[in-house]
């Protein structure tokens, strides 16, 4: 296997191997090694290697970024040499801090009847997968899902995604020797590249594992959480949103040209490959959407084709595209051109809007409503702020959504408020939700189909250490 520059198709870097399911039972092995140690260690001695590991990132910041631009074509500056980058040490070094004040154990205590409540390790391996979209900072071996499992003193068994195999494998190279350097087991962290599906579903199965933690499409979210349910396992799954955007009748009246420049941005930023990018803009009145369809027309009628992270992106979004199409979704900007191969190579895609009404929205609810990672997005045109709730009655479950609204939207607003906190994990005002604040108080989950458990966020530690944890009662146990 090789990883594939997206700008020109062409294979890049190093070879990288296939485990064969021995190769994954070793690794399954070989945890057992690290789980009574990591365990037991001093606080100093687990977050020693955290502070360490993201001491050798930072000392390698222009390698790493410019090795991930090289994968995914996302651009070096600023979004991985500086935010991406940045981000990924703020999260290993805010596990240090977790592990030296034992936050996560969120200890409780009954000194009448001598017990204490507190959160411990699984007693085995997270099996850590990361995404195609963030290459640092959500990857599998140095990302939220690790700085989780390893706050919380698991060990991890990574894979790496196969969009960014070469960043992958040198973040491991500094994560080993960090991990080397603070006397950890060598199993503490471990990495494979790829495997066969039903390899893959035999080290979840192996005794040696304790968790899932995952990010990703859908499909592969909903295979793998049914093998970790079928035995009893923990996971933790980031799989589908749309993050819709409500506009209020008055605020969509008054500005819907603003509203209309601060989505396209929010779309097509980072290629639209988000998974908080808000891929549906529901407009209260025809003539406001009517207002928003020529701004968005007027700003990407001459875009460039965005380079997309991979090959399947591109195939999925195109499929997405011509599923609209299809199904007869007027077209704003991009339609016409979306099949449109470029002389260069490389995984590409137009900028592409289409705009429908409440009914269109209704009968092909699984088209509009559906994630589709690129720079995709769908105007729906209701009637009125009563179509506005209704649809927000039959969302399904979003990481994000916003609500726009004016002075004079206030009981629209507050609706909107009442049934949306029981749809999403994070409620914005105003704001487009593609930024996500690593902070203890953001939320990064929500109900399904946006992740398989509404009670837990992928990003704030502690809370997001108490995936991967299991609580333990000490009665009279000194």
């Not at 296939?18 to 037991?40: M, P």
């Not at 390698?63 to 070096?76: C, F, S």
């Not at 396209?264 to 908080?276: D, E, W």
């Amino acid at each position: 296997m090789r990883s594939v520059n997206p700008t020109t198709g062409a294979a890049i870097g190093a070879d990288f191997p296939r485990a064969t399911r021995a190769e994954l039972e070793a690794l399954g092995d070989a945890a057992f090694d690290a789980v009574d140690f990591l365990a037991d260690a001093p606080n100093a001695q687990i977050a020693g290697f955290l502070e360490d590991y993201a001491a050798r990132i930072e000392a390698d910041r222009e390698g790493l970024a410019q090795l991930a631009h090289e994968e995914t074509a996302l651009p070096y500056a600023p979004r991985l040499s500086q935010v991406e980058l940045n981000r990924t040490l703020f999260q290993l070094r805010e596990a240090a801090r977790v592990v030296q004040n034992d936050a996560w154990r969120l200890v409780a205590r009954d000194d009448q009847s001598s017990l204490r409540m507190m959160h411990v390790p699984l007693g085995g391996a997270v099996v850590s997968i990361g995404p195609s979209n963030f290459p640092l900072a959500f990857n599998g071996v140095s990302g939220g899902d690790f700085c989780a499992a390893i706050a919380a003193r698991n060990p991890v068994i990574a894979k790496a995604h196969p969009g960014h195999m070469n960043t992958t494998a040198r973040l491991f190279e500094h994560c080993v020797a960090a991990r080397d350097a603070a006397g950890l087991p060598k199993a503490s962290v471990q990495l494979f590249f790829d495997c066969a599906p039903e390899d893959g579903e035999a080290l979840l199965a192996h005794c040696g594992v304790a968790a899932l933690g995952f990010t990703g499409s859908r499909a592969a979210g909903m295979r793998l959480k049914a093998v970790c349910d079928a035995l009893g396992k923990p996971a933790s799954c980031e799989m589908s949103s749309v993050n819709p955007v409500f506009v209020a009748s008055h605020a969509g009246a008054s500005r819907a040209a603003s509203i209309a420049d601060a989505w396209i941005a929010s779309i097509v930023l980072g290629g639209g490959q988000f998974c908080t990018k808000p891929g549906v803009l529901l407009v209260a009145g025809e003539r406001a959407a009517a207002c928003v369809r020529e701004r968005v027309a007027e700003v990407l009628s001459h875009a460039a084709p965005i380079v997309l992270l991979t090959a399947s992106v591109r195939d999925h979004v195109h499929a997405a595209i011509e599923a609209l199409r299809c199904k007869g979704a007027p077209s704003v900007v991009g339609c016409d051109r979306a099949a449109e191969w470029s002389s260069s190579g490389g995984f590409r895609c137009f900028p592409t809007v289409f705009s429908v009404d409440a009914a269109f929205a209704r009968t092909h609810r699984d088209a509009v409503f559906t994630e589709a990672f690129g720079p995709l997005g769908v105007i729906v045109a209701v009637e009125g702020d009563a179509q506005l709730v209704d649809f927000a009655r039959s969302l399904d479950g979003q990481l994000a959504t916003t609500i726009v609204a004016d002075d004079a939207d206030a009981t629209t607003r507050a609706t909107l408020l009442s049934v949306l906190r029981f749809k999403a994990g994070r409620i914005l005002d105003e704001a487009m939700p593609t930024g996500v604040a690593v902070s203890p108080a953001m939320v990064h989950g929500g109900p399904f189909p946006a992740t398989n458990d509404p009670r837990f966020s992928a990003v704030g530690l502690p809370e997001s250490a108490k995936r991967f944890t299991k609580l333990l009662c000490l009665d009279r146990v000194r």
